[in-house]
């Protein structure tokens, strides 16, 4: 595939609109497999996602609102095509064929993404949107990737044709020298997480096509579906958060609370088998969900720690297993919380023999440009924005996470939360990204 001219694609603009999001499979698998779910178990539920930034930049000093307005207005004219609807339907996902019922890829056809509620407030943007959860659930990749990339256009905005020469091929040299170092790791399997912050879809997609030239089959694929779909990858993901957090609002007591976490992995498995069986446990802590886990959970194919420090969280599931009568070397671990090469690197030598591992590799793929810029900007620096479920059916969600500090939800709401499944194991660390 020839090489898109990134620099010089990013000065010509010539165009009243060049669209951030071109496709409504521009978003991560997982969003698909879940919205099936969502679609065959929870038609009727209402959920409200909104856009929380965790970092100190005032977006709404950085982005243009009536650029941000249309491009989220352009991303709502957007249908699936014909080509797209036909790939869905005929590709094996994970080993399966037709991993999408025909009922519910004839209502994907029409599918639009609803109306959305903006506002500034104290140098931020304030983005929800509210509506059934079988439509609001598809706005939270493209919402990332909209104010991500304006953030970066607005960064590079007074660069040169040169000056963006520079900042895209020190990037793409500091790129290429982690799949130099990954390259050297027997048995590594990489995967791309990086869409909901990259620096651009064109940066993604070179970041895509070079780790698979440069690592070859350790590139296991991509969670973006429509680069799977342009560059003959697989997709790749399971679920999300916002399925424990969506049963826990919806828990009409302490008991279906507590019971919600493993009512989720019991409706995923009504739909989904095999390798897809990977269970995401620290939506409420993940201390909390081993302690009261049902026995077959550790039947599942693996795990997903996500908050917690990668060898910290990953230990703590061996554990588990052991106790299980489980052999984790039979067993996958696939880590994805803000990694880069060193954290990488220093996680597969850990684990190397002990368990299946896989890493999803995110921001620091796909939006790495700390000290690339010719001329200092922190717009071009990663920051930590998250697109969360914040209610369903009018009742607050929360997540709690291993990290408090990736918390979400009504204060009073995330004390009641950890007074019923408690504060285990739950230390508080920066978050980056």
């Known amino acids: ?19 951030i999001i071109r496709s409504l499979l521009d978003t991560d698998f997982y969003k698909l497999l879940m919205l099936q779910m969502i679609w065959g178990m929870y038609p009727e539920v209402d959920a409200t996602f909104s856009l929380i930034n965790r970092s100190p930049v005032r977006l709404a000093d950085e982005i243009d609102e009536g650029e941000l307005r249309a491009q989220l207005d352009h991303a709502r004219t957007l249908r699936m095509s014909k080509k797209e609807m036909i790939w869905l339907a005929g590709n094996t996902f994970y080993g399966r064929k037709q991993i999408f019922e025909p009922e519910f890829l004839a209502w994907l056809e029409d ?70 170092q990954l390259r050297q790791l027997p048995g590594i399997r990489i995967s791309d997480f990086g869409t909901r912050r990259r620096h651009s879809f064109l940066w ?64 995923w498995q009504r739909y989904y088998g095999g390798n897809l069986l990977i269970v995401l446990p620290d939506a409420f802590g993940t201390a909390a969900f081993l302690r009261d886990a049902p026995d077959w959970v550790a039947d599942w194919t693996g795990f997903r720690p996500d908050s917690a420090p990668p060898i910290e969280g990953g230990e703590r599931i061996i554990d588990w297993w052991r106790k299980r009568g489980k052999d984790p070397r039979k067993k996958l671990l696939i880590f994805s919380d803000g990694l880069d090469v060193d954290t990488i690197i220093e996680t597969y030598r850990h684990f190397e023999g002990k368990v299946r591992m896989s890493f999803g590799w995110g921001t620091n793929l796909t939006n790495d440009f700390e000290d690339c810029a010719p001329v200092e900007t922190d717009g071009l620096k990663a920051i930590s924005l998250v697109c969360k479920v914040t209610e369903a059916n009018g009742r607050p969600a929360v997540k709690l996470s291993d990290n408090p500090e990736k918390a979400t939800g009504d204060l009073k709401e995330i004390e009641r939360y950890i007074r019923i499944f408690g504060d285990e194991a739950r230390v508080a660390h920066k978050v980056f990204v």
């Open 1 to 19: 595939m020839a090489q898109t001219d990134i620099a010089r694609r990013v000065y010509n603009h010539t165009w009243k609109l060049d669209p």
């Open 204 to 267: 993604q997609r070179w970041c895509v096509e070079a780790l698979k030239e440069g690592i070859g089959e350790a590139f296991t694929g991509t969670s973006n579906v429509l680069l799977a779909m342009d560059t003959d990858l697989e997709a790749l993901g399971t679920n999300a958060h916002e399925l424990p957090m969506v049963l826990g609002a919806l828990a009409r007591n302490e008991t279906e609370l507590r019971a919600a976490p493993y009512s989720v992995l019991q409706d």
């Open 111 to 180: 599918f639009q993404l609803p109306e959305y509620e903006l506002e500034k407030r104290n140098g931020q943007y304030e983005l929800h949107f509210h509506g059934k959860w079988k439509y609001t659930t598809m706005w939270e990749i493209p919402a990332l990737g909209i104010i991500n990339e304006l953030r970066s256009r607005a960064a590079m905005k007074g660069f040169g044709p040169f000056e963006l020469d520079v900042l895209y091929a020190r990037a793409k040299a500091k790129m290429w020298a982690k799949t130099e």
